[in-house]
């Protein structure tokens, strides 16, 4: 697959924002490895190759064993995963597929992750799923081989 723009960095003001943006979330409370198999997930999902590379290293640098990568795809069926991991993925994919039907992110795909998490943890979890679907679109708009990255 050739990207369709060769080159195609961001400024460094967007970078900037995008750094500030990635602090917050990692200053929110949750465990690292979670928001790499968040990030994971919704890659899988979006089918942006580039970000699942970048997060299957991400989450392996993490600690995220490779028994548990592997099964990342199919979280909702492996017995791999906390109940806090499972309700953070389940949010993640409700938040990721709202065109699928309307009312995606359910109340209670909401209360059981709120059983897991504060608000701020949450709000966390949240922007790392909108920066996934972020990057995700623009890696796959452009046709970014995995490898590499738009950011």
């Known amino acids: 697959m ?18 500030h943006l990635y602090k917050a979330v990692y ?4 465990p690292h490895e979670t928001l790499e198999l ?10 942006c190759s580039a970000c699942v590379g970048a997060g299957t290293q991400s989450a392996a640098k993490a ?21 806090a991991e ?5 949010l993640a994919e409700a938040a990721t597929r709202l065109s699928d039907r309307p009312g995606a ?3 209670e795909t909401w209360a059981a992750a709120a059983g897991h998490y504060d608000e701020r943890q949450l ?15 623009i890696n796959t708009t452009l046709k970014v081989p995995a490898g590499t990255s738009w950011g």
């Open 105 to 107: 992110v359910t109340d």
């Open 86 to 90: 499972r309700a953070a993925l389940a």
């Open 27 to 30: 200053a929110g409370g949750v």
């Open 123 to 137: 709000s966390a979890i949240v922007l790392m799923i909108a920066l996934t679907n972020f990057f995700n679109r």
């Open 38 to 47: 968040v990030h994971l997930r919704v890659s899988q999902v979006n089918g």
């Open 2 to 19: 050739a990207a369709r723009i060769a080159n195609a960095k961001p400024s460094a003001e967007v970078m900037t924002g995008v750094q």
């Open 63 to 83: 600690g995220t064993p490779a028994e548990r990568l592997l099964a990342v795809s199919a979280w909702y069926e492996s017995p791999l995963f906390t109940g």
